[in-house]
């Protein structure tokens, strides 16, 4: 079945260092893949999104680039900051109006 | 433009117990779905509304049943609480049809957290 696979955490990192967030999915076709994003005592927000393979999605200094070919989807950060701390979910859905299959999720601790 | 909207925001129930959650969506949304995220856990798939009918159902029993109103809002009903059905309880509206990609983008809530003794 579609199931996605996120790298463990938590990953711990300083102020204004490099971020990767590894992803990758097993799904036939042409799913879409998203970024998720969890702040403390919040809900999931869209952190940013890709429908088709060698889309780049963007936002907030982060992005993600769809490989049909390694069927990854890494979330990476050349600078983070203290409030990027979080939990990070990449997610796909099998087709519009599908459900959404989420990993399980990496937490994020940025020392100042 | 208020989001998605969940009450309550925490409960406590005891084993063989009934609950409801309730949600109303992001204005513009037609689409309700509930997601089940246990601690440390991605978001796990319960259910969808659209037009006050079930459109797709994940792996939960019958236990977990729920409603659409006209007005597009929502209710996830647990019935027979097990101490394994603890957990935070994710509504996420959209709109049907996707956004402007066509991609599927939900609008979430903070959540409802289940506890079950």
Request: net charge neutral; hydrophobic share 30%; aromatic share 10%.
């Amino acid at each position: 079945g579609n199931s996605v696979t996120q790298m463990e955490g938590p990953v711990t990192l300083s102020e204004e260092a490099f971020l990767t967030i590894n992803c990758t999915y097993t799904a036939t076709g042409y799913p879409s893949l998203f970024w998720y994003v969890q702040y403390p005592g919040e809900g999931l927000q869209l952190l940013l999104k890709a429908t088709k393979a060698d889309d780049k999605g963007s936002n907030k200094g982060f992005e993600a680039t769809y490989r049909k070919e390694t069927t990854s989807f890494h979330l990476e950060k050349g600078s983070v900051q203290v409030s990027d701390s979080a939990v990070y979910f990449c997610a796909l859905t099998k087709n519009r109006d599908d459900k959404i299959i989420f990993g399980k999720g990496t937490r994020l601790h940025i020392l100042p | 433009d208020a989001g998605v909207t969940q009450s309550p925001t925490h409960l406590i129930k005891t084993r063989g117990q009934q609950v409801t959650l309730r949600c109303s969506p992001k204005s513009g949304h037609d689409t309700v779905s509930w997601y089940q995220q246990a601690l440390g856990q991605g978001p796990q798939f319960i259910f969808q509304y659209y037009e006050e009918e079930e459109r797709q159902r994940g792996n939960f029993p019958d236990r977990f049943s729920g409603h659409q109103f006209p007005n597009y809002s929502s209710e996830l009903n647990v019935n027979a609480l097990l101490l394994g059905d603890s957990a935070l309880y994710l509504c996420a509206s959209s709109l049907l049809g996707g956004d402007a990609s066509g991609a599927n983008v939900l609008t979430f809530g903070a959540g409802s957290r289940l506890t079950v003794l």
